[in-house]
Structures are given as structure tokens and as C-alpha cells.
């Protein structure tokens, strides 16, 4: 079954502009992970963050996870036309049936310039 | 140098036949997997291979066959191709086993015609 569900389905921005995605899941994990996608490639991983941290920046990227809430934010300040693309969010377990990452459905983001 | 390498990038093929897709990672990862994207940009994992051994196989028809001569390499030999396998197969490794952040490669987009 599926874990994650990002929300908003799809975002469209102005350039300079920050973007807020959502993404919650069902059972528990081991860390939540934000991927991005560019029209016609490969996901590129964004960031990681462990079940037992609240909080992770990494440039202009700021992720959230509230285990309680099962649910987790992306942030993307001052927004870019290069920052176009899908963003999915994973959640990682392990041990038995959840040996694996598992994903959502994505944001579609669209910076206008 | 690619990290994870996919080949081919596309393939198009009729009903019924027997098509191969190849992956290759040069990270020296332990873990691979393989994915499927369908026309909604959903991803849904496949299968999940360990060091050469088989860890997760997410309920995928047996005409579906991955193969790992070693761990660098993990195939997706596909029988009998069905109009519902079209999609686009990822192949990702992961360098501190399942769960943990993933590294993926461009992409096969298989049609079946």
C-alpha cells in the first residue's frame, strides 16, 4: 500500500517566491526522504531526515518531521525557475516487508519566471 | 562517470514479446532496486536486492525476473509483455542499505504496443 501522500498535488509559484509541500504516511519509519524530479529523468535525492530529528536544512531547503502528526514539510526558499519539477517524498524502513524505500505520489512545482 | 546506468533508454515492442533491461551502478552500493513509474508519476518498488540476494519482491508477476550476476548489476528480464507494463523502470542503488537514501538512474521508458 501506498505510504506517502504529498499535498499539494500540484504548486505554481512566482520566481523569488518560497514553496511549501506536505507529505504524510501511515506506519512508522526510520526517515523520510525529499527527492526531486526533472521533467524526463531520474530522481535526484534532496534531503534526509532520521525519525528522531524535527528539523533539517541543507541551502535553500528546510524539511520537517513530526513523527506524532506522521508528517513532514518541504520548504523551497527564494524559489527558482530551475527549481521546476516533481518532488516526492519517501519513507524508509527497515527490517522485514518495510526493507525499503517507499514513495509518494510527488508536487508538481512550477516556478514562473 | 555515470553513477547508475540504464540501458536502454527507451524501448518500444509489441505484445507478447521478451525484452530485457540492464542496470549497472559504479558506487560500489550493496543495495539496488528496481522501480516502476507509471503514467501518473507514481513509483512503486519492484524489487529490492541485497549484496546479490533477493530482499523484497512486491508482489510483481512472475513475468517479471530480476537477475544479479553481482552486485553491481541488477537486470529486469520482462515475458510476455502486456499493454500494462508500459511505464518507466527505474534502477537505484543505495549505499547504507534499503530504506536509506537512494541513488537512481535515468530511466528505460518502456511502451508496449
Known amino acids: 500500500s501506498q505510504q506517502g501522500e504529498e499535498d499539494p498535488q500540484a504548486l505554481s509559484i512566482q520566481e523569488g517566491e518560497n514553496a511549501t509541500m506536505n507529505c504524510s504516511y501511515k506506519?512508522?519509519?526510520?526517515?523520510l526522504q525529499w527527492y526531486r524530479q526533472n521533467s524526463g529523468r531520474g530522481l535526484v535525492h534532496l534531503i534526509l531526515?532520521?525519525?528522531?530529528?524535527r528539523e533539517k536544512h541543507s541551502g535553500r531547503l528546510r524539511v520537517t518531521l513530526d513523527t506524532s502528526k506522521k508528517s513532514s514539510s518541504l520548504l523551497i526558499t527564494a524559489s527558482r525557475a530551475a527549481d521546476t519539477a516533481s518532488y516526492f517524498c519517501?519513507?524508509?524502513?527497515?527490517?522485514?516487508?518495510?526493507?525499503?524505500?517507499?514513495f509518494g505520489k510527488g508536487t508538481l512545482l512550477t516556478v514562473n519566471p | 562517470d555515470t553513477a547508475v546506468s540504464q540501458t536502454p533508454k527507451y524501448l518500444v515492442t509489441q505484445m507478447g514479446n521478451d525484452k530485457s533491461i540492464k542496470c549497472e551502478q559504479n558506487?560500489?552500493?550493496?543495495?539496488m532496486y528496481w522501480y516502476k513509474q507509471d503514467s501518473k508519476k507514481f513509483l512503486k518498488i519492484m524489487f529490492s536486492?541485497?549484496?546479490?540476494?533477493?530482499?523484497i519482491n512486491e508482489t510483481v508477476p512472475n513475468r517479471f525476473s530480476p537477475k544479479s550476476p553481482d552486485k553491481a548489476h541488477l537486470n529486469l528480464h520482462i515475458n510476455s509483455l502486456e499493454l500494462g507494463d508500459s511505464a518507466v523502470y527505474f534502477c537505484?542503488?543505495?549505499?547504507?542499505?534499503?530504506?536509506?537514501?537512494?541513488?537512481f538512474g535515468q530511466g528505460t521508458r518502456l511502451t508496449v504496443v
Open positions: 537505484a542503488s543505495s549505499p547504507l542499505g534499503p530504506g536509506t537514501e537512494a541513488f
Open positions: 506506519t512508522s519509519i526510520n526517515n
Open positions: 531526515i532520521r525519525s528522531n530529528e
Open positions: 519517501a519513507t524508509g524502513a527497515s527490517g522485514g516487508s518495510n526493507y525499503k524505500l517507499t
Open positions: 558506487l560500489g552500493h550493496d543495495t
Open positions: 536486492y541485497n549484496n546479490k540476494e533477493l530482499i
